[in-house]
């Protein structure tokens, strides 16, 4: 088993472009979370999701959108990137959201806007 | 709201030496809580956890306790070594509500022979 992937794992973008991170597990989990990643500021949910086509929104969602069309699949999209989005933004899974389900984390994207 | 506070980084000790990460937490109700460890270039990894009050988390050597009384689930290792650096991250998970989790800032931990 992957796990969970992501891709890419390096971006850098300019202000106004816009780009899809996807993130991708194989462990049939019904949820799927994405976070990012500021320095001393551990990790803020973006965006969740609690199975295939639900979305939801997180602590931090302006600025982005996301999909789950498909159960291993959930992508994360800038529409119009700012350099505030400057970060690396995890994507973790779980299979149920309760106290006793571990969520495991991709590896990251580190994404830099100019 | 529900939060998770950290003890500042780095901190930085000498292998073998006694390892303390303090962790506190505030939310409305009773959480879950975990310990997760990101190594260089990695994602996070559950390194423990705790479900309900008293509950002891254990792997690796490392413990935490869940402590009710004075809202903290502090991290501690009796004899750390040099691939026990990493940085270490708090949180708090709510059974209502989101169901997420809520992050501490982490610590960083650097480890010297």
């Known amino acids: 088993n992957a796990g969970v992937t992501q891709t890419p794992k390096f971006r850098v973008l300019k202000t106004g472009q816009s780009m899809t991170l996807l993130c991708a597990q194989d462990?049939?989990?019904?949820?799927m979370y994405w976070y990012r990643q500021d320095p001393g500021m551990g990790l803020r949910l973006i965006h969740y999701?609690?199975?295939?086509?639900?979305?939801a929104k997180g602590e931090v969602p302006d600025g982005y959108n996301v999909s789950r069309l498909k159960k291993q699949n959930f992508l994360l999209g800038l529409e119009s990137a700012a350099p505030s989005q400057t970060s690396v933004y995890f994507c973790?899974?779980?299979?149920?959201?309760?106290?006793?389900?571990?969520?495991?984390f991709g590896p990251g994207t580190r994404l830099t806007v100019l | 709201g529900n939060s998770v506070t950290q003890m500042e980084g780095p901190v930085t000790l000498s292998e073998e030496a006694f390892l303390t990460i303090n962790c506190t937490y505030t939310a409305t109700g009773y959480p879950s809580l975990f310990w997760y460890v990101q190594y260089p270039g990695e994602g996070l990894q559950l390194l423990l956890k705790?479900?309900?009050?008293?509950d002891k988390g254990s792997n690796k050597g490392f413990e935490a306790t869940y402590r009710k009384e004075t809202t903290s689930f502090h991290l501690e290792k009796g004899s750390v070594q040099v691939s026990d650096s990493a940085v270490y991250f708090c949180a708090q998970f709510m059974d209502t509500g989101r169901r997420a989790l809520t992050f501490g800032s982490g610590t960083r931990l650097q480890v010297q022979p």
């Open positions: 973790a899974s779980s299979d149920r959201a309760g106290s006793y389900n571990e969520q495991f």
């Open positions: 462990m049939n989990h019904e949820y």
């Open positions: 705790a479900t309900k009050a008293d």
């Open positions: 999701s609690v199975g295939e086509g639900t979305t």
